[in-house]
Structure formats: structure tokens, C-alpha cells
């Protein structure tokens, strides 16, 4: 089991920046793909950016890309989503989620996570 708890949501300004933090517990994360995936009400869930266990292999939506990155730290069991230029259609729930390394199914599709955190709600305000 893996349990994943994020912070660093809050309350921005569009344009400004934010980084989501995603610490893991009661397992390394080391062997596992991180995603980071958003929702907003009567939608479903939105994948937004993956990273492989070595960090050396991120994929993103192509609605956060160039402004969104996605990234980890092994040693301190935990991933990050710096989010930078942020829009108003960016304002979600933000979840964490992790999976095994040799699952084969696309990153982005969020049934192929084993693992998710509670969320961390991000309002961006004009």
C-alpha cells in the first residue's frame, strides 16, 4: 500500500505560479510511475502530467504543457507539479497517483493507478 497526501493548493491569481507537493508514505515510490491528474465538478477525472520512476520521462496534457512540470524527488518520497502561467480552466481538484512501473497501460488513463491522494483544491481568480 501506498498512501499519497498532496499540499500546496490554494488561491491564485491567473498568471501566477503554484507547486503541488505529493509526499508518499508506508512504501518507496521509487519503482513507480507518479501522474497527477485534475477534476472539476460533473467531469471526470483530467490527466495532466506523468513521470517515471527514474524522473527521466515526463508526458503532459497538451492543455498544461510548456506551462506545467512534473517532477520528483526518490530520496524524499515525493513528486511536484510546478505550475506556472496559470489560467482560470485550470482551477480543479488536484490528485496524485501512482502505479507500478511495469503496468502497461497509458499513463494518462486514470483507471491504470493503484494509488491516489485526497486532492488539493487549486482556484485560479481573474
Known amino acids: 500500500q501506498v498512501q499519497l497526501v498532496e499540499s500546496g493548493g490554494g488561491l491564485v491569481q491567473a498568471g501566477g505560479s503554484l507547486r503541488l507537493s505529493c509526499a508518499a508514505s508506508?512504501?518507496?515510490?521509487?519503482?513507480?510511475?507518479m501522474g497527477w491528474f485534475r477534476q472539476t465538478p460533473g467531469k471526470e477525472r483530467e490527466f495532466v502530467a506523468s513521470i517515471n520512476p527514474s524522473g527521466g520521462s515526463t508526458y503532459y496534457a497538451d492543455s498544461v504543457k510548456g506551462r506545467f512540470t512534473i517532477s520528483r524527488d526518490n530520496a524524499k518520497n515525493t513528486a511536484y507539479l510546478q505550475m506556472n502561467s496559470l489560467k482560470l480552466e485550470d482551477t480543479a481538484v488536484y490528485y496524485c497517483?501512482?502505479?507500478?512501473?511495469?503496468?502497461?497501460?497509458?499513463?494518462?488513463?486514470?483507471?491504470?493507478?493503484?494509488?491516489w491522494g485526497q486532492g488539493t483544491q487549486v482556484t485560479v481568480s481573474s
Open positions: 497517483a501512482a502505479r507500478p512501473s511495469w503496468y502497461t497501460e497509458e499513463v494518462y488513463l486514470p483507471d491504470s493507478y493503484d494509488y
Open positions: 508506508r512504501r518507496t515510490i521509487s519503482s513507480y510511475v
